[in-house]
Structure formats: structure tokens, C-alpha cells
T-cell receptor, first 113, second 113 residues
Framework: AQSVTQPDIHITVSEGASLELRCNYSYGATPYLFWYVQSPGQGLQLLLKYFSGDTLVQGIKGFEAEFKRSQSSFNLRKPSVHWSDAAEYFCAVRMDSNYQLIWGAGTKLIIKP | ETGVTQSPTHLIKTRGQQVTLRCSSQSGHNTVSWYQQALGQGPQFIFQYYREEENGRGNFPPRFSGLQFPNYSSELNVNALELDDSALYLC????????????FGPGTRLLVL
């Protein structure tokens, strides 16, 4: 069965430090890949998505993600985090056979001042 | 352009009752998807509606049902509520298509006692 794994439940980084959130998926072909952010009391907001082409994609709020087919990974990065980035981050995939999104369990990002 | 809205924001029900949650899609969107997000987990796909017809369903029992109206607003109905139905219910609207982005509402927090 298709699945998405986000191995880190929590990550703590200092403000201004770099960030990498990991995402691995299990699927035979290349899925459509998404990163969303969820802040308390707010809906899920799309950060970026990958369908095909350049494997390094740029998103909003200074985030980027790199698709690595050989590792079945789609890791999210940011060179310098801000306190406002504290939130929960979800990786999601969609197979080409249907429309549903399959989600990871999320990674909670904590920012140290 | 108005975003996706959901009502109510919070709801408390008792086991065995029925509940209806409502979603108003983003203007111009013809597809709505519903997700259940239990505490500490990623969203789980319940079903999707396109042009008032169910267009895909996740692993949820028939007591979870939905409707999509001609104005693309939507309802999620849950009968015979169980304690495990306590969760955040998210609605997402989009255009139809595998590459289309889903835009999420803030969710309805349901507590079943």
C-alpha cells in the first residue's frame, strides 16, 4: 500500500539556522508531491508541489524541496528559519490513479530564540 | 476572491448522535474533498465530490456521507457517532485534475462524548 513517512515527529532549530524536514514515500511510480504547513487555528496552506521536470522546486515563504527518485524522498528545506515558521509541516502524495492525497503524520517545527 | 470556509468551528456531540458539517468552496472550484485529522496525525481522505457526484472514497464506513450542491458548497454527514470520530474535519476545494492544488478551510473540531 502507498504510504508517506515523515520520520521526525518534532524538530527544534534556532532562529536563523537552516532547516531540513524529511519525507519518504512508498509508491512504484513518481507521484505528485506536496508540502503543506498547518498553523494552530488555521487551515493547511500549500508551500510547494512537484509534478515533473526540475527536481528542485521553490515555494512560498523561502522554502524549497528536492525530489530524489532514487531515495523516494521529497525533503523540505529553508536556509534560515524565522520564529513565524513554527508550525506543523505535512508531506502529501497523490498517485496518478486517483485524486486522494495520502499524508504523512507531520513534523512539528519548534523555533528556539 | 473568498477562501474556503467551514462551519461550525467547534461542535460537541454524544455517542450515537448524527452531525452535519458544512463547507463553502472557493469561488470557481468544482471539486470538494473531505479529510479527517485525528489529534497528532496527518489528514485521512474521506471522500471527494465533483459536480455533485462522489468521485472517490477512502477507507471510511457508509455512515460517513456527503453532498455537494450546485453552488459547490458541501456537507459531510456522520451518523451513529462513535468516540473515535472525535477529530478535526477538513474541507478542501479545487478544480478537477491530478495537478490541481487543494485549498483547505480551517476545519471543524468535533468532540464526541
Amino acid at each position: 500500500a502507498q504510504s508517506v513517512t515523515q520520520p521526525d515527529i518534532h524538530i527544534t532549530v534556532s532562529e536563523g539556522a537552516s532547516l531540513e524536514l524529511r519525507c519518504n514515500y512508498s509508491y512504484g511510480a513518481t507521484p505528485y508531491l506536496f508540502w503543506y504547513v498547518q498553523s494552530p487555528g488555521q487551515g493547511l496552506q500549500l508551500l510547494l508541489k512537484y509534478f515533473s521536470g526540475d527536481t528542485l522546486v521553490q515555494g512560498i515563504k523561502g522554502f524549497e524541496a528536492e525530489f530524489k527518485r532514487s531515495q523516494s524522498s521529497f525533503n523540505l528545506r529553508k536556509p534560515s528559519v524565522h520564529w513565524s515558521d513554527a508550525a506543523e509541516y505535512f508531506c502529501a502524495v497523490r498517485m496518478d490513479s486517483n485524486y486522494q492525497l495520502i499524508w504523512g503524520a507531520g513534523t512539528k517545527l519548534i523555533i528556539k530564540p | 476572491e473568498t477562501g474556503v470556509t467551514q462551519s461550525p468551528t467547534h461542535l460537541i456531540k454524544t455517542r450515537g448522535q448524527q452531525v452535519t458539517l458544512r463547507c463553502s468552496s472557493q469561488s470557481g472550484h468544482n471539486t470538494v474533498s473531505w479529510y479527517q485529522q485525528a489529534l497528532g496525525q496527518g489528514p485521512q481522505f474521506i471522500f471527494q465530490y465533483y459536480r455533485e457526484e462522489e468521485n472517490g472514497r477512502g477507507n471510511f464506513p457508509p455512515r460517513f456521507s456527503g453532498l455537494q450542491f450546485p453552488n459547490y458548497s458541501s456537507e459531510l454527514n456522520v451518523n451513529a457517532l462513535e468516540l473515535d470520530d472525535s477529530a478535526l474535519y477538513l474541507c478542501a476545494s479545487s478544480l478537477q485534475g491530478l495537478q490541481e492544488t487543494q485549498y483547505f478551510g480551517p476545519g471543524t473540531r468535533l468532540l464526541v462524548l
